[in-house]
């Protein structure tokens, strides 16, 4: 046999066997996809874009890894509809069950407007709910307890540390609850894209709406008239007024209209009358204003846009472009709104890859272009960074997901102005004006350090105290209303809020709840109070 027939019996050989793996695989997945359509399709959807449970799609799934999602199948969810299957299924049917909703659905599903339109719900009798709370407490000093444990949310009186209301809440928020102007309503978004509209004075719900497939944030503008949402799945951004109709939609695209991005999220930039949109995957920065009297849009390069020499878009919800260097998709505005500090996330260069620079950005709004560099390495949380007085100079500090220390930057010069050195790397940072004191958990930090809140004196910068609950998770501060008080998150299934003096440190009561991932005061949060994130 000469060498050249050789190498044809070789390749055939190897094409079979491909073939014969790939016929099995593919027969593995029918197999696997007769067996949800008959388990879980009831609740999941055909599709898998879920009914009564979520999404079972790889965008939805990318926080939940797959040894959980096979213990999920096996020995269900608490306190939820999802059952237990390890009675009746093998491990071999429960293992391709799990292998099958982390495989990309094809085709890739759509959600169009008439989609979103025909999930909106509304309750028609909201509009003559009483227009004051029926309760008894301070509405200002509420805190909405997003518990993860169990999908609900709790309603606490910050003066006396009580549960007002508990209810059921979308499976996975994410971005934070975002509320009225008057505080009186809250929206909360679900990585499934479910909206839904809340009234805190009434504990009802007025309406809800499905904005996409997988969505990152909500922002309610400082005039309490619009809702937008930030999309992964559809790549979008969504337009609703505030009953959750829908307005309009931005698709994601680059000015050429050649590549799309996914939104990482959506602010609302209230002294602009504008959002501001973080995208993923291209080198710009949105602003969308819902000021009717907003300037009018001249896209591309302009000699002189006083002289007509582009063509002009209305200002007023439009998509005004700043270019940048590279993406960013994590933001903090100093006081003003004219500068946005933003870092990249590693893989959110536009090419796909690792993010090109370890510097963040500083991009003036106003100029539409990159300012200066900001001096930070590893991957800065900006979003959850805050800002305060030290020395006569505003400064913002920014915790570090990759690195255990607080990042504080001088918001004129654009400086470092000091590096605070924490047990391990963190997600949330919070104070409060009338605290002397930050406060900023290490939950990134694995063993030996989730368990560690450090606490920062603002004026000189350094560690003065920390609290600790070992073994467990420590995570995400929020103050009351008037300062004296911080609220903390022991992250766990059987977990709790504890409740510190905010001057002393000492623990002054536990409330158990289901591990309650974040809380949110009314009063910090409208009035933007400049210890906890906008």
Request: include cysteine; glycine fraction near 8%.
């Amino acid at each position: 046999m000469n060498e050249q027939l050789k190498t044809l019996v070789k390749l055939a050989l190897v094409l079979g066997l491909f073939g014969l793996a790939w016929d099995f695989a593919r027969a593995q997945t029918v197999e696997a996809g007769a067996l949800y359509q008959q388990q879980c399709a009831s609740c999941h959807g055909e599709q898998r874009l879920g009914v009564m449970g979520p999404a079972l799609l790889p965008e939805s799934l990318e926080r939940l890894r797959r040894p959980e999602a096979i213990k999920l199948i096996r020995e269900g969810r608490p306190a939820t509809q999802m059952p237990a299957f390890g009675a009746q299924l093998s491990e071999a049917e429960i293992q391709a069950l799990a292998a099958y909703i982390y495989q990309p659905q094809l085709p890739a599903p759509q959600w169009a407007a008439d989609d979103i339109r025909r999930s909106r719900s509304f309750d028609a009798d909201s509009r003559q709910w009483p227009a004051s709370p029926q309760w008894k407490a301070d509405p200002m000093n509420l805190f909405v307890v997003v518990e993860g444990g169990d999908h609900h949310i709790s309603l606490l009186d910050g003066d006396r540390f009580e549960t007002i209301h508990r209810f059921p809440s979308r499976y996975a928020l994410h971005g934070g609850p975002k509320f009225t102007p008057d505080g009186r309503y809250v929206y909360f978004g679900s990585r499934d894209g479910w909206i839904s509209k809340y009234d805190l004075w009434n504990l009802k719900q007025v309406a809800e709406v499905r904005a996409g497939l997988n969505m990152r944030n909500v922002a309610v503008s400082s005039d309490g008239r619009w809702v937008m949402a930030a999309n992964y799945l559809p790549q979008e951004v969504v337009l609703f007024d505030a009953d959750l109709n829908l307005v309009k939609q931005f698709e994601a695209k680059s000015m050429n209209g050649k590549q799309g991005s996914r939104v990482s999220a959506v602010y609302d930039a209230a002294p602009r009358k504008s959002f501001v949109v973080a995208l993923k995957d291209i080198a710009e920065l949105w602003e969308i204003s819902y000021d009717p009297k907003a300037e009018v849009i001249h896209d591309g390069l302009v000699h002189d846009y006083r002289m007509g020499e582009a063509i002009a878009r209305p200002g007023y919800l439009n998509a005004r472009r700043t270019p940048l260097d590279e993406p960013l998709d994590d933001f903090f505005f100093d006081d003003s709104y004219n500068h946005v500090l933003g870092s990249a996330r590693p893989g959110s260069d536009a090419a796909g890859g690792a993010s090109k620079s370890t510097l963040g950005q500083v991009v003036n709004l106003n100029a539409r272009r990159k300012v200066s560099s900001l001096p930070i390495a590893g991957m800065p949380h900006l979003g959850s960074g805050i800002s305060f007085d030290w020395q006569g100079r505003r400064v913002m500090a920014s915790p570090n997901l990759k690195d255990g220390r607080i990042s504080v930057i001088d918001l004129k010069s654009w400086d470092l102005v000091r590096e605070i050195t924490t047990p391990g790397p963190g997600f949330f940072m919070r104070s409060h004006a009338k605290s002397r004191f930050a406060w900023a958990d290490s939950m990134m930090g694995g063993k030996e350090a989730k368990d560690t809140l450090t606490i920062i004196d603002k004026q000189s910068l350094e560690v003065v105290a920390q609290v600790r609950e070992p073994g467990k998770t420590l995570a995400h501060i929020e103050f009351t209303k008037d300062g004296r008080f911080a609220l903390a998150s022991l992250w766990e299934l059987d977990g709790a809020l504890i409740v510190y003096d905010a001057a002393t440190f000492k623990e002054v009561k536990r409330i158990p709840m289901s591990k309650p991932v974040g809380k949110y005061n009314v009063w910090n949060k409208i009035s933007r109070e400049e210890g906890t994130s906008h």
